[in-house]
C-alpha cells in the first residue's frame, strides 16, 4: 500500500495529476469508502486492502469534467468498467491516468457473517500480503477463518487478473477463480417457470427502492434515467406493489445488456443481500450463446453483440423459443 501512496504523491508533486482516486479508511476498519485526495497531507488517510471493492470506474465520469488529470485506481475487474465507459465516451482517456492495482480478491463482512462470525469489530490479515487466514475480532473473542471464504461471490469466478487499461502497474494479482460463472444461472434455468417465479418473487420483494445498485452500476450512466421521470409512476422511491419491484430491476437488466461487465457490485451494496447480479449474468450467458463469446470493456473499440448486426445473428423465432 505504501508504494501506491508514494506514487500518487509523486505525481500529485511533479504537477502530472490534479487529484487522486481511491479509497480512504471508514468509521470501522472493513469499510473502506472512495475517496478524493488532492494533497500529500490527505493522502495519509488512503488505504487500499481487501474490503476495497468498490469500482471506481464510474466515478471518473464526473472527475473527467474537472481541470487536469485524475489519477484513479483501477483493480483489474475495474479496468473493464473503464474501458466499457471509453466506448460510450462517458469518461475522457487524457483527462484519467490509471494506476492498476494488484488483487488478491476482495473481502465481504457478509460472507462472515454467514460463517457464524458475529459482532465483528476488527478484522487483520486483509493487507494485499496478508496471510491466507484472517483473524476476526468480535464482541464474543477472536475468530479466525480463511481469506478465500470471505471472498466476495464475483471474486470466485474472476474475468481475470490482468489490467485491459493502464498507465502503470503496482501490485501483483492472485488467481482466486474456484467456480464456474454461470453455475448459480444454470440451477435457476433448470427450474420450472412457477418456481422461477416464485425464486425471483421472494429476492425481488426485499427491495427497498434505495437505488444503491443503480447508483453504484458503471452501466448506468444515462444523464437522464428512466426511473428518475416525473411523467410516469416508476418515480416513486417505495416499494408499494409488486409491478413496482419487478420493473425497476427487470428494465435496469434490459437497459444494460451486453454492456454490463459483471463488476458485481449491485450485488456489493445491496443492502437487502437481493443477487441482482443474477440478472445481468443470465444476459451474459445468453448473448455468449446466442452471438458467440463476448466480455463488456474487454478493449474499447469492438462494438457489442447488440449493436453489430449481422447475418449470422441468431433469429428472433429461436430466441422466443429458448426464452
Excluded at 504523491?9 to 475517496?35: I, M, Q, T
Aim: net charge negative; hydrophobic share 35%; with cysteine.
Amino acid at each position: 500500500m505504501q508504494e501506491l501512496v508514494n506514487r500518487a504523491k509523486e505525481l500529485l508533486s511533479s504537477g502530472a495529476v490534479n487529484r487522486v482516486l481511491g479509497w480512504k479508511k471508514g468509521d470501522l476498519g472493513y469499510n473502506p469508502e472512495p475517496a478524493f485526495f488532492e494533497t500529500a497531507e490527505e493522502l495519509e488517510e488512503f488505504v487500499y486492502n481487501g474490503f476495497c471493492g468498490a469500482n471506481l470506474s464510474k466515478y471518473m465520469i464526473e472527475a473527467c469534467k474537472q481541470e487536469g488529470k485524475t489519477l484513479v485506481m483501477l483493480k483489474p475487474c475495474d479496468s473493464y468498467s473503464f474501458n466499457q465507459l471509453l466506448k460510450e465516451h462517458r469518461v475522457v482517456r487524457e483527462n484519467a491516468y490509471i494506476i492498476g492495482v494488484g488483487c488478491r480478491g476482495k473481502l465481504d463482512v457478509e460472507r462472515m457473517k454467514k460463517l457464524g462470525i458475529k459482532g465483528i469489530t476488527a478484522v487483520s490479515g486483509a493487507e494485499m500480503d496478508g496471510p491466507d487466514t484472517l483473524t476476526v475480532e468480535t464482541l464474543y473473542g477472536t475468530k479466525t477463518c480463511a481469506y478465500n471464504d470471505a471472498m466476495l461471490e464475483r471474486c470466485h469466478v474472476c474475468k481475470g487478473k490482468e489490467h485491459v487499461v493502464f498507465d502503470e502497474v503496482i501490485g501483483e494479482s492472485v488467481d482466486t477463480v474456484d467456480a464456474e460463472r454461470f453455475s448459480e444461472v444454470e440451477k435457476i434455468e433448470a427450474m420450472s417457470p412457477e418456481e422461477k417465479f416464485a425464486f425471483f418473487q421472494k429476492e425481488l420483494s426485499k427491495c427497498i427502492r434505495c437505488n444503491a445498485c443503480r447508483n453504484v452500476c458503471p452501466a448506468c450512466s444515462c444523464r437522464k434515467c428512466v426511473f428518475d421521470s416525473t411523467k410516469f409512476d416508476s418515480a416513486q422511491k417505495a416499494n408499494v406493489d409488486s409491478f413496482e419491484e419487478k420493473m425497476f430491476h427487470i428494465i435496469r437488466a434490459f437497459h444494460v445488456a451486453g454492456r454490463c461487465t459483471d463488476c458485481g457490485e449491485c450485488s456489493r451494496v445491496c443492502p437487502q443481500g437481493i443477487p441482482l447480479h443474477l440478472f445481468n449474468r443470465k444476459f451474459i450467458k445468453d448473448i455468449n450463446e446466442f452471438y458467440g463469446e463476448f466480455q463488456a470493456g474487454s478493449d474499447a473499440e469492438a462494438k457489442g453483440p447488440l449493436t453489430d448486426f449481422t447475418f449470422e445473428d441468431v433469429e428472433p423465432s429461436i430466441v422466443a423459443e429458448r426464452g
